[in-house]
């Protein structure tokens, strides 16, 4: 849960409305639920329309606490749901005209098992097809194509996506303004694999268990596992740098 300051003279971002925060606050805030967050990426989430912080005489951002709940539900869609901005603006709409959606739920339990033992694909929480994902991340079909020759993104068997491809994409765009090209982040694949396999070490006797609660367990546990590892690495990246991240 999120607690935005109450105002007061000691808050120090204020213009009009002493609830106004700056960028910087809003980062401190979400970091507590989301520490992979980074300014670069409330700025990209500003851009796609998802928030509109109000600005200063001098073009600064201010963000008042609905902004900031705005932002952290916008979060917990990427991160719960693999939803993509579009999918993701659709539902704020819905909301705003007092219409929720409904979001996907993975599926969990015997079935998943199941599913592995038939040698069919596991659940997802969503999955887009190979036009939704160019549509959703802005893309042309040739950037695709280059970013798969990488290995930063695979097609499904059935042709389709994982939905945590669009968040891949977007974050790929993001890099991108920096001069950080898709050839630079092979790397980075290569320590996701890495990674990826030694959770997958960890994980394999709860998947094979004879009781369906543990094996259900085993996604959560992987779940907890690549949290960790994520915040592991930019803590090490930091530490490589010698700098502290904002």
């Known amino acids: 849960m999120l607690h935005t300051p109450r105002g007061g003279a000691d808050s120090g971002t204020a213009t009009v409305d002493s609830r106004l925060m700056s960028i910087g606050t809003v980062l401190n805030l979400l970091r507590e639920e989301f520490p992979e967050v980074t300014i670069s990426k409330i700025r990209f989430l500003e851009s796609e329309g998802l928030v509109e912080p109000e600005r200063t005489p001098s073009g600064y951002r201010k963000f008042s606490p609905g902004d900031v709940e705005r932002l952290a539900h916008v979060l917990r869609m990427q991160r719960d749901h693999y939803l993509p901005l579009k999918v993701i603006r659709e539902h704020l709409d819905a909301e705003e005209r007092g219409e929720p ?104 006797p709860l998947k094979v268990h004879r009781n369906p609660q543990t094996r259900a367990h085993a996604q959560e546990r992987a779940t907890e596992l690549a949290g960790l590892t994520v915040r592991l690495h930019a803590a090490l990246v930091q530490t490589a740098l010698g700098v502290r991240l904002p």
Request: no cysteine; charged share 25%.
């Open 101 to 204: 959606l409904p979001l996907p739920v993975p599926s969990q339990g015997g079935d998943a098992a199941g599913a592995g033992e038939r040698g069919e694909a596991g659940p997802t929480a969503a999955r887009v097809g190979r036009d939704e994902l160019l549509a959703a991340a802005g893309i042309a079909e040739e950037e695709l194509a280059e970013w798969e020759s990488y290995g930063l993104l695979a097609p499904l068997p059935d042709g389709g996506y994982d939905a945590a491809a669009v968040v891949v994409a977007e974050l790929v765009q993001e890099l991108g303004r920096f001069g950080i090209g898709p050839r630079h982040l092979r790397a980075a694949r290569a320590a996701a694999d890495r990674e990826a396999g030694l959770i997958d070490q960890v994980v394999a």
